[in-house]
């Protein structure tokens, strides 16, 4: 296993000691909690134009109402609910939804036993739902990322489901002998992926500012209401772009929530809205784009090294939530949710 399973100085209850290392504390987050929810954009707004044969149109009012839908859903969701809210609440340190359910039924000890046996089988369907994310991440995120060796060499099209097959394999081969030899690198190289993020996004926004219109909810409610069964589906692709928030919460032992909410503001959330406005605003200029907008963002000599960037991205990311599921499975034995398990926590490298 990881050794990022062991207990880190960074946890709920340890403010002094987050606050004297927060810094690197915070890289560490970057390179482990933000993997997931990092890379959404290199499949989101993809997905949401591609639903349903191209249900959702390249239109003013699609494209400002599909960019206002994504940016709110990670601001409620992510910013206010999950990194505001949610992380006050931790179970000695640790955090995710079986930690929040096992402080839910300590608040009811005292009630009525039918009450805390719902609020934990919900912890136990959210938990489920996390393993599910973690099954489909690691190959959705590497697929897209390889995807990208499509934009500027169609030729290799062929090449794209073997090449993430191996990527995968590999992944889980180096997975099971730790990850402290390269974990270091982690931070440092998300680092890098969410700076290029918000370059990129830049790049577009500053000549077409008018994507900033995106911003407001009124364009989001506009096109729930002028097509709801659309937005409904269409919600089914925006979600994709606040996966990982589960993962956030189910790290908060290994970091703290104090460095974790230092990376998210400064860091992750500026970055992510950057490249989603960009990727809109592209959208509006260029309709063809919507099949790849993320990689047709970059200038040409940009884009090979970019899909290099955006594999090792998504390579990370995966880690990012087997290191989450890795959480909430010793959370749930703990509890008495799962039978006993040997674990093997390595150090050493060997």
Partial sequence: MSDLTQPSPGNGHASPRVGGLGWGLMLGALGVVYGDIGTSPLYALQTVFSIDNGAVRPTPGDVYGVVSLVFWSITLIVSIKYVVFIL??????????????????????????????????????????????????????????????????????????????????LLFIVQSRGTHRVGGLFGPIMVFWFLTLAVAGLAEVVPHPGILKGLSPTYAVSFVADHPYIAFIAMGAVVLAITGAEALYADMGHFGRAPIRRAWFLIVFPSLTLNYLAQGALILRDPSSRSNPFFLLLPHWAQLPMVFLATVATVIASQAVISGAFSVSRQALRLGFLPHLRVSQLTDGT
């Fill in 88 to 169: 006050r609440a931790d179970n000695d340190g640790e955090g995710g939804v079986m930690a929040l359910g096992a402080l839910a039924r300590q608040a009811l000890a005292s009630r009525e036993g039918r009450a805390a046996a719902v609020l934990m089988a919900l912890g136990v369907l959210g938990a489920s739902l996390f393993y599910g994310d973690s099954v489909i991440t690691p190959a959705i995120s590497v697929l897209s990322a390889v995807e990208g060796l499509e934009v500027p060499a169609p030729g290799l099209a062929d090449a794209v489901l073997p090449v993430a097959a191996v990527i995968l394999t």
